[in-house]
């Protein structure tokens, strides 16, 4: 996860701007997708972060549990430069959970270790779009919507499990990059053998100036619509013929 410090003025102007030319460029409709998808937004945010700090103290490291990031309470793992890109662009950052790897109780080596507390969080991310996707299946079967005849507030609903389904996937997506500071480089790390490790120490800056060009161009969007796509359809698929299989569509 990202871990960019910004003083209270810098990240004051930098969420001003980022809000106001959002919001400017948005129109109606795009305000409304905007509180359609704060919830999904608070979901993955929260769940992700959550999922580290207790999967790092399940192996021994308490530095979450102290720092009360065992909670699921949003307000303990929001980072507002974070959350305000997730909304606009599809992508972003909580706040990163804290570890100390000279705490875990060994059951699994240090690289190991971090990897699985790394993975934690995607994983995470894809469960609920699983879980998610399968609510928005049953209350398809349970509801009128098949005749066409849905309400707002169901469409508004539906509207919103769609975001929370598309946001945990694209933030677990996301976070599979194997670049720093993403989760997906210390899942890396743990594959690379001795001298790719410390070919990837040498090199880590550079590979944050790569990130750094492919987030502020866009050109990761590119690289990762695809995989999106994939994972979004896989899933689908699978709820789908779940649900056919029970004959209940």
């Given amino acids: 996860m990202f871990?960019?410090?910004?003083?209270?003025?810098?990240?004051?102007?930098?969420?001003?701007?980022?809000?106001?030319?959002?919001?400017?460029?948005?129109?109606?409709?795009?305000?409304?997708?905007?509180?359609?998808?704060?919830?999904?937004?608070?979901?993955a945010l929260t769940f992700h972060e959550f999922a580290h700090a207790w999967v790092a103290n399940k192996l021994g490291d308490e530095t979450p549990k102290v720092q009360g990031r065992l909670s699921l309470n949003p307000l303990s793992h929001i980072d507002p430069v974070g959350f305000v890109f997730l909304i606009v662009a599809g992508f972003g950052w909580g706040k990163p959970v804290q570890i100390d790897p000279r705490n875990f109780n060994g059951k699994y080596s240090i690289s190991k270790a971090e990897a699985i507390v790394s993975a934690a969080g995607p994983i995470m991310n894809f469960i609920l779009a699983f879980v998610f996707l399968i609510i928005y299946y049953l209350l398809f079967v349970v509801t009128d919507v098949l005749t066409g005849l849905a309400t707002m507030w169901q469409q508004v609903i539906f509207a919103v499990i769609t975001y929370i389904v598309s946001i945990n996937i694209g933030l677990g997506v996301?976070?599979?990059?194997?670049?720093?500071?993403?989760?997906?480089?210390?899942?890396?790390?743990?594959?690379?053998?001795?001298?790719?490790?410390?070919?990837?120490?040498?090199?880590?800056?550079?590979f944050y100036i790569v990130f750094l060009i492919l987030f502020v161009t866009g050109l990761s969007s590119v690289v990762l619509t695809p995989i999106f796509n994939v994972v979004f359809n896989g899933m689908e698929w699978v709820v789908y013929h779940i649900f056919k299989l029970l004959t209940l569509i």
Avoid: Q
Wanted: hydrophobic share 50%; charged share 15%; aromatic share 12%.
């Fill in 3 to 43: 871990n960019f410090m910004f003083d209270k003025k810098t990240l004051t102007i930098i969420l001003i701007v980022i809000l106001g030319l959002w919001l400017i460029s948005a129109g109606t409709n795009g305000i409304l997708n905007l509180l359609l998808t704060v919830p999904g937004v608070l979901i």
């Fill in 174 to 206: 996301f976070n599979l990059i194997p670049l720093p500071p993403l989760d997906g480089s210390k899942i890396l790390m743990h594959f690379l053998p001795y001298k790719g490790k410390e070919w990837f120490y040498r090199n880590e800056k550079i």
